[in-house]
């Protein structure tokens, strides 16, 4: 079985430029999840869809973050535009249904550097 | 607001011995999910254990197994005849009414050989 797919793996850009994360989850997985990971902390959910519906993107800094599940299969996440203190990995993870004891399954992550 | 709070940022344990890793959270449900996830160098995170609240018996998966004291919030990861593999971010999380994990802030444990 495939595991969760993130692209791209590494990205550096410098602030007030835009980039984008792709993440495609586990085949049948209904719920997807965005999480943010500064260094030295752990991750923090940014946005979960349940398909392609959000179900919570109550920590997600919209005035900058965008992320979109068309099709309830793959999601991409967007910063437009970047600041220094959006430096961190973004991990996408897949489960089966919004319920706990479904394992959730992450992806290796993408590290962005905002220069 | 429910928090994690690991107050070990690094351990270490000697190959083939014991380690236990500490977890406390702060809530006021009785209903949750209790979860301990190891993130590798490589950073692809993986489920290690998981502890129904409701559930008086400690969870146990190999050589992994918890320590779950709900009265004091309480819960610990213990690691037996550690190994070389083991090394790695080890994060407590919760699940609760919130509908998503809430993590710690990691404990980094290093394995001698």
């Known amino acids: 079985e495939a595991g969760v797919a993130q692209s791209p793996r590494y990205k550096i850009i410098e602030k007030r430029q835009s980039v984008a994360f792709w993440c495609n989850p586990i085949?049948?997985?209904?719920?997807l999840y965005w999480y943010q990971q500064i260094l030295g902390q752990g991750p923090k959910l940014l946005i979960q869809?349940?398909?392609?519906?959000?179900?919570?993107d109550s920590q997600l800094p919209k005035d900058r973050f965008s992320a979109e599940r068309l099709k309830g299969v793959d999601s991409t996440l967007k910063i437009q535009p970047a600041k220094l203190e959006d430096s961190a990995v973004y991990l996408c993870?897949?489960?089966?249904?919004?319920?706990?004891?479904?394992?959730?399954?992450f992806g290796p992550g993408t590290r962005l550097t905002v220069l | 607001a429910q928090t994690v709070t690991q107050s070990q940022p690094e351990m270490s344990v000697q190959e083939a011995e014991t380690v236990t890793l500490s977890c406390t959270y702060d809530?006021?449900?009785?209903?949750?999910?209790l979860f301990w996830y190891k993130q590798p160098p490589s950073r692809q995170m993986i489920l290690v254990i998981r502890?129904?609240?409701?559930?008086?018996q400690n969870a146990t998966e190999n050589r992994f197994s918890v320590n779950f004291q709900k009265a004091a919030k309480s819960f610990s990861l213990k690691i037996s005849d550690s190994q070389l593999g083991d090394a790695a971010m080890y994060f407590c999380?919760?699940?609760?009414?919130?509908?998503?994990?809430?993590f710690g802030k990691g404990t980094k444990l290093s394995v001698k050989p």
């Open positions: 993870a897949s489960s089966l249904s919004l319920v706990p004891y479904n394992e959730q399954f």
């Open positions: 085949s049948g997985h209904a719920t």
């Open positions: 869809f349940q398909n392609n519906g959000v179900v919570d």
């Open positions: 809530t006021s449900e009785s209903d949750y999910y």
């Open positions: 502890q129904e609240a409701y559930k008086q």
């Open positions: 999380a919760y699940w609760g009414s919130q509908g998503n994990l809430i």
